[in-house]
């Protein structure tokens, strides 16, 4: 169970959740890295990456912003100018998959 978000930061959470192959996770992660400030600038708040313990080659992206306007557009940034360069996303290997989502809390 998750817990409600208290505090100044208790308003909507918004998620824009990141699937994807890689060929090489040391390369996507100095790739990733080298858009920090991108994602600042985007309103990123926080992000959480993860891969599956059988799948090395796999990443899951989590980037969380306050507005779903910020995570829509950010995620257009990403399809139209890092993932249609090879030379910013140089480890991808397929499509991404995306979902925008906000977070419901169930029970209490």
Known sequence: M????????AGEMITLHIEHAVTDFDIWSAAFTRFDQARK??????????RPVDDPHHVSID?????VDEAVA?????????????THSPALRG???TSVLREEVVGA
């Open 63 to 67: 980037l969380e912003f306050a507005e």
């Open 95 to 97: 499509s991404p998959v």
């Open 41 to 50: 600038q985007a309103g990123v708040r926080r992000h959480v990456v993860r």
């Open 2 to 9: 998750v817990t409600p978000r208290t505090g100044p930061d």
């Open 74 to 86: 950010f995620e257009r940034f990403l399809r139209e100018t890092v993932w249609a360069t090879p």
